[in-house]
C-alpha cells in the first residue's frame, strides 16, 4: 500500500508556533531531533498507525512578509528556542516551505493586529464570500499540485478580540447568505479560514481562542461536508497546571478562597494580547475552568502583560488561597517558566495527526475526544485533565 502522504495547512505560518511547529518537524525528518514532547509519539497510540513526520507537506496563510527564515533565526539565536546546528539543518527547507506561504486576509482582526500586517494584505478588497472562495481555491490548490491524501488546516494566527456570537447566524444557510452581504457579515477572519477549510471537507483545528469553528452555523457546514473540528485555544502552560491541581483540591475537600494567575511574557503574541479587546478572548479563555473543576466559583483574577525583554519565555506565578479542617487558611504558589512556543508546537504535530487519524475514520463534527489539548474545549464540559486525558486513551483504544 502506497504510504500516505498529508499537507498541514498552517494559518498564522511565519508566527512563533508555526515557526517552531515547521522547523520540529524538518528536524523530526532529519532525525536531528528526538520525539521529547509528542504525545502522539507515547506507547498509546502506536496502534492508530500515524503519519509519519516525514509524510507531512507545509503550506498556509500569513498577514505578514518577513521570511520564515529570519523569525527561526530569531527564534534559536535570540530567543534561544533550539540549537543552532539544528536551525542549519532546516535552512533549506524553510526557503521552500515559504513558497508555499500566501497572503491571508486580516478582515475584522481589530486594529492591533491589522497594525502588524503586510500592508498588501491589509488592502485586499473583496467580499466575505470573495475571501472564502480565495482561501479555500489556495488550500484546494495546495493539496492538488502536492498529490495529498489529506489536508489539515490548523489556526495560528495572532488571537483577535471576541465576537458576541448570539449575534451570528444559527443556520448555515443563512450565513453562507450573509458572506455575500459584506455590512452584515460580523465574522473575523479565523471564522472565514474555518469556512474554506470546512466547505472545501478539510479538517480544522482552532489553536488559539479566536472564534474559528465555534459558531453553530459553522459547525453545521462541517457536517454537511462529512468533515471535522476541534478546538479552542490550547492548554500548555498554566491553565494545564490549573485543570491538574484544582481537581486535587476538590478531592481533598479543600475550600479554594482565591486563585490569582500573573502571566507575564514578550512576544507577539503578547504584543496583541496587550490590546484590552483581544486580551479579553484571552483571559476568559483561561478563566473559565475553575467553576467547572470545583463545582464553585473562588474570587479568581487572570492577568496578562506584556513584558517586551522576556521574549518567548513566559513567566506565570500563581497564588491559590485555600482552607483546610477547622478553617484553617493555607497557601499554595507556584512558578511556571516556560517556552510558550516550544510548549506549543509538538502539540500542533500530535494534533494534527490525530485529527487526520480521525477523519481516516470517517469521524465527523467535533473531536470530543482531544479535549485535554484545549483550555476550552468545544463541545466538552469535562476540564480534568486526567478524565480528558483518558477520553484520549480511551478512543484510541476503540480505533486502533
Ligand atoms: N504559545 C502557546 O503556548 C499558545 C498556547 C495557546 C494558544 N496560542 C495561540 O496561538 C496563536 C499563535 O501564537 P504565536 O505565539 O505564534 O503568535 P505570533 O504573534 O508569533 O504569531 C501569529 C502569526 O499570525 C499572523 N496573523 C495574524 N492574523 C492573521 C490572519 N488574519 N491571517 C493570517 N495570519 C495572521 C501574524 O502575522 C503572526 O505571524 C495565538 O493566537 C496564541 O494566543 C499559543
Do not use: C
Given at each position: 500500500m502506497a504510504r500516505r502522504r498529508i499537507g498541514v495547512w498552517l494559518i498564522g505560518a511565519r508566527g512563533a508556533v508555526a515557526t517552531t511547529t515547521i522547523v520540529g518537524l524538518i528536524a523530526l525528518r532529519k532525525g536531528l531531533v528526538g520525539t521529547v514532547g509528542l504525545v502522539s509519539e507515547l506507547p498509546f497510540f502506536a496502534p492508530l498507525g500515524m503519519v509519519g513526520c516525514a509524510d507531512i507537506v507545509i503550506g498556509g496563510h500569513e498577514a505578514r512578509a518577513q521570511p520564515l527564515a529570519e523569525v527561526a533565526d530569531r527564534l534559536c539565536l535570540e530567543e534561544r528556542l533550539f540549537a543552532t546546528d539544528v536551525l542549519a539543518g532546516c535552512r533549506r527547507e524553510l526557503a521552500k516551505i515559504d513558497k508555499n506561504i500566501k497572503p491571508g486576509t486580516v478582515r475584522r482582526v481589530g486594529p492591533r493586529i491589522e497594525s502588524l500586517a503586510d500592508v498588501r494584505v491589509r488592502k485586499i478588497q473583496e467580499t466575505p464570500r470573495?475571501?472564502?472562495?480565495?482561501l479555500r481555491a489556495d488550500m484546494q490548490d495546495f493539496a492538488r499540485r502536492q498529490k495529498l491524501d489529506d489536508l489539515i488546516v490548523v489556526n495560528l494566527a495572532s488571537t483577535e478580540p471576541a465576537v458576541d456570537d448570539k449575534t451570528l447566524s444559527r443556520r448555515w444557510s443563512q450565513m453562507d447568505k450573509r458572506l455575500s452581504q459584506p455590512r452584515k457579515c460580523i465574522l473575523?477572519?479565523?471564522?472565514?479560514?474555518?469556512?474554506?477549510?470546512?466547505?472545501a471537507g478539510f479538517p480544522y483545528i482552532n489553536f488559539t481562542p479566536s472564534l474559528g469553528s465555534a459558531p453553530r452555523a459553522i459547525q453545521e457546514l462541517a457536517q454537511l461536508r462529512e468533515t471535522c473540528h476541534v478546538g479552542a485555544d490550547a492548554k500548555t502552560g498554566e491553565t494545564l497546571l490549573k485543570t491538574v491541581l484544582a481537581p486535587m483540591f476538590a478531592a481533598r475537600n479543600l475550600e479554594v478562597m482565591s486563585w490569582v494567575g500573573h502571566n507575564i511574557f514578550g512576544n507577539m503574541?503578547?504584543?496583541?494580547?496587550?490590546?484590552?479587546?483581544?486580551?479579553k478572548t484571552k483571559v476568559t479563555s483561561k478563566d473559565n475552568t475553575l467553576k467547572h473543576l470545583l463545582g464553585y466559583q473562588p474570587q479568581s483574577l487572570v492577568s496578562i502583560e506584556y513584558i517586551e525583554?522576556?521574549?518567548?519565555?513566559?513567566?506565570?506565578w500563581d497564588h491559590i488561597h485555600f482552607k483546610g479542617f477547622l478553617g484553617t487558611p493555607m497557601k499554595m504558589q507556584f512558578t511556571w517558566q516556560g517556552a510558550d512556543s516550544i510548549l506549543a508546537a509538538p502539540l500542533v504535530i500530535d494534533l494534527v495527526r490525530l485529527v487526520d487519524a480521525a477523519h481516516q475514520r470517517g469521524e465527523v463534527g467535533v473531536l470530543k475526544f482531544l479535549a485535554s489539548f484545549f483550555k476550552a474545549?468545544?463541545?466538552?464540559?469535562?476540564?480534568?485533565?486526567?478524565?480528558?486525558?483518558?477520553?484520549?486513551?480511551?478512543?484510541?483504544?476503540?480505533?486502533?
Open positions: 470573495e475571501a472564502v472562495d480565495r473575523p477572519a479565523s471564522a472565514l479560514y474555518a469556512i474554506a477549510a470546512l466547505d503574541d503578547g504584543r496583541v494580547l496587550d490590546d484590552p479587546a483581544n486580551k525583554s522576556l521574549g518567548d519565555w513566559k513567566t506565570a474545549p468545544l463541545g466538552v464540559r469535562e476540564h480534568e485533565f486526567s478524565r480528558q486525558f483518558q477520553m484520549l486513551v480511551d478512543w484510541a483504544k476503540g480505533a486502533g
